[in-house]
Nanobody, 119 residues
Framework: VQLVESGGGLVQAGGSLRLSCATSGISFSIKTMAWYRRAPGKQRELVAS????????IYGDSAKGRFTISRDNAKDTMYLQMNSLKPEDTAGYYC?????????????WGKGTLVTVSS
């Protein structure tokens, strides 16, 4: 099982980033997938999710109108296009299935990718 997030970085407020999530070993094409984030001192929250075929998406209130989730089942890869970034979007961003994948009864997470938005 591998979940490898990439594409984070430092960006000014109002800027854009595109995150990628490369997966293996999770039967990607049949799973609802999601992006999560955890800001310093806060709980992990769901940012957006997408159904296996990509026909339906759900966004958290903080992401609506600014972020777009997508997936490429041929590549077992998911994306998050983030526009109009705000300092409050600063967080570690993680991809996973929805609900999260478990290994030996414990939720499995990748290393994430850090997004820092400066004001």
């Amino acid at each position: 099982v591998q979940l490898v997030e990439s594409g984070g970085g430092l960006v000014q407020a109002g800027g854009s980033l595109r995150l990628s999530c490369a997966t293996s070993g999770i039967s990607f094409s049949i799973k609802t997938m999601a992006w999560y984030r955890r800001a310093p001192g806060k709980q992990r929250e769901l940012v957006a999710s997408i159904t296996p075929g990509g026909s339906a998406t759900i966004y958290g209130d903080s992401a609506k109108g600014r972020f777009t989730i997508s997936r490429d089942n041929a590549k077992d890869t998911m994306y998050l296009q983030m526009n109009s970034l705000k300092p409050e979007d600063t967080a570690g961003y993680y991809c996973n299935a929805e609900p999260p994948i478990t290994l030996y009864g414990v939720n499995y997470w990748g290393k994430g990718t850090l997004v820092t938005v400066s004001s």
